[in-house]
């Protein structure tokens, strides 16, 4: 998927999925739906259309239509905009061409050429959870982006100030290896979110793996206790055994979470003390030598940084200088956002900034607020 702001996404109409609330623009499938089905699923359908024009329409003008989408986004939260191939090719340059006035056609081309190539990647494999997506659209491609990046107008900007959007990472990043400031405070929150994502994600990892082997010998013996220790009938699994006490933290870990709120909400590391710290990544490290698994050293030096309320401008700039330079195996992005975000395309932002590609950079440059 696309992420345009807020919480609204933008992918094909091959992936539709209908327990998401949803606007579907496609020539195909852009209809109402049967009553009898709207109560079925958990997603409303909130508007449709045969065509980007019909939408224009319904809603006086693109900007009608977005902000639509962000006011139905504020109070249901994640929305998705299912495109066809028409559809998603005038969407994304019209909103494109708005965020980058910097840009050229080929910045744009690029941009999209790394979208496609991300989305082929992750479809069909285990980076999507559930839906995944038919490959006919993305292999026959977009068709003239330049062109219609060309003709294409964009929205109102004054408009889309007072809005005060949450971008796109990946656009803020952009903005950042460019030289530019005008949304540094978005950028830091933004990625303060994703590192706290990412090191929730590696602790609850750890922990479901650990709790898969309760009754594994081996271990019991590498991590010294027996099974005698185990009882599988607790609310909290891990009470009672030592040696996984930092996984027994009700403080952290929420003992019975929220069905369908997913891994990044049962664990809490926000102002986690520096013995949690330091207990946690100990027992993950242990938990890592026991697999035969490479040392998680080089990814935790950052836990202290993810448990506070904010990210400092100075943390930020270690963080990814490092990232730069030395990229993690996934920087600092956990795994389950890979589908949520153009990982490639930060990829590449990472090897313009490691080649001081200036010129290039300056492309990516987000609109000033001012």
């Given at each position: 998927?696309?992420?345009?702001?807020?919480?609204?996404?933008?992918?094909?109409?091959?992936?539709?999925?209908c327990h998401t609330n949803r606007y579907v623009i496609s020539a195909e499938k852009g209809n109402a739906m049967h009553q009898e089905l709207q109560t079925t699923y958990r997603g409303t359908l909130l508007n449709y259309s045969h065509s980007v024009n019909?939408?224009?329409?319904?809603?006086?003008?693109?900007?009608?239509?977005?902000?639509?989408?962000?006011?139905?986004?504020?109070?249901?939260?994640?929305?998705?905009?299912?495109?066809?191939?028409?559809?998603?090719?005038?969407?994304?340059?019209?909103?494109?061409?708005?965020?980058?006035?910097?840009?050229?056609?080929?910045?744009?081309?690029?941009?999209?050429?790394i979208y496609l190539h991300h989305e082929k990647i992750i479809a069909n494999t285990q980076l999507q959870p559930t839906h995944?997506?038919?490959?006919?659209?993305?292999?026959?491609?977009?068709?003239?982006v330049k062109g219609y990046f060309r003709v294409q107008g964009a929205l109102d900007l004054d408009t889309i100030k007072e809005w005060d959007l949450n971008l796109s990472i990946e656009l803020l990043l952009g903005e950042y290896f460019a030289g530019a400031d005008t949304h540094e405070?978005?950028?830091?929150?933004?990625?303060?979110?994703?590192l706290k994502r990412f090191y929730k994600e590696v602790f609850t990892d750890a922990r479901e793996g650990a709790a898969l082997n309760l009754l594994n010998t081996n271990q019991q013996e590498a991590l010294g206790y027996t099974a005698d220790d185990v009882n599988l009938n607790a609310d909290n699994v891990f009470e009672g055994i030592t040696?996984?006490?930092?996984?027994?933290?009700?403080?952290?870990?929420?003992?019975?979470?929220?069905?369908?709120?997913?891994?990044?909400?049962?664990?809490?590391?926000?102002?986690?003390?520096?013995?949690?710290?330091?207990?946690?990544?100990?027992l993950v490290k242990d938990l890592y030598d026991f697999q035969n698994s490479p040392s998680p050293d080089y990814f935790m030096n950052h836990l202290?940084?993810?448990?506070?309320?904010?990210?400092?401008?100075?943390?930020?700039?270690?963080?990814?200088?490092?990232?730069?330079?030395?990229?993690?195996?996934?920087?600092?992005?956990?795994?389950?956002?890979i589908g949520n975000i153009n990982y490639s395309f930060l990829q590449y932002l990472f090897s313009l900034k490691k080649s001081d590609d200036t010129d290039t950079l300056g492309k990516y440059r987000l609109f000033a607020n001012s």
């Open positions: 998927m696309l992420h345009l702001f807020n919480k609204v996404y933008m992918t094909f109409d091959d992936n539709i999925d019909a939408m224009k329409t319904k809603f006086n003008g693109m900007i009608g239509f977005f902000n639509d989408v962000r006011l139905k986004s504020n109070s249901l939260g994640k929305i998705i905009i299912y495109c066809d191939s028409q559809a998603f090719l005038e969407l994304v340059t019209i909103w494109l061409k708005t965020m980058l006035p910097f840009a050229d056609e080929d910045a744009i081309q690029k941009y999209v050429d995944t997506l038919d490959l006919t659209q993305l292999n026959s491609g977009l068709g003239d405070d978005k950028l830091l929150d933004t990625y303060l979110k994703f040696p996984l006490a930092p996984f027994a933290d009700s403080e952290v870990f929420v003992e019975k979470p929220t069905a369908n709120n997913g891994a990044v909400n049962i664990m809490n590391i926000d102002n986690l003390s520096s013995e949690k710290q330091t207990a946690l990544k100990e202290d940084k993810a448990v506070k309320s904010t990210l400092s401008k100075s943390d930020f700039d270690t963080i990814i200088t490092e990232t730069v330079n030395s990229p993690s195996s996934l920087s600092y992005i956990p795994r389950f956002d």
